[in-house]
Nanobody
């Protein structure tokens, strides 16, 4: 499974960005796509995830109501729409893939994209 993340950039606080993660390879059908982020000096943290079966979603408390994860089955792509961005949202954002159910634990995800940098200016 290969993941290609894109869409990061520089945005002012209060602005919006949409990240994309295109998947390729033998993904199967029962899998989860997640978004994580890592700021300098901090551990990688869960942001959001979506199940490819049933479209179940889960969000970190810090982004609930501001971020929306979605998918396009035809394009094998998962998106993360980020609204009302705050300086503390600045990080490298990674998409990740796992088989089975949603979990916020990074080590449970088997495949990772290369990361896309989000910078939020105050």
């Amino acid at each position: 499974v290969q993941l290609q993340a894109s869409g990061g950039g520089l945005v002012q606080a209060g602005g919006s960005l949409r990240l994309s993660c295109a998947t390729s390879g033998r993904t199967g059908s029962n899998y989860v796509m997640g978004w994580f982020r890592q700021a300098p000096g901090r551990e990688r943290e869960f942001v959001a995830a979506i199940s490819w079966i049933g479209s179940g979603t889960n969000y970190a408390d810090s982004v609930k109501g501001r971020f929306t994860i979605s998918r396009d089955n035809a394009k094998n792509t998962v998106y993360l729409r980020m609204n009302s961005l705050k300086p503390e949202d600045a990080a490298v954002y990674y998409c990740a893939y796992k088989v089975g159910g949603i979990t916020p634990t990074p080590r449970m995800y088997a495949y990772w994209g290369q990361g896309t940098l989000v910078t939020v200016s105050s």
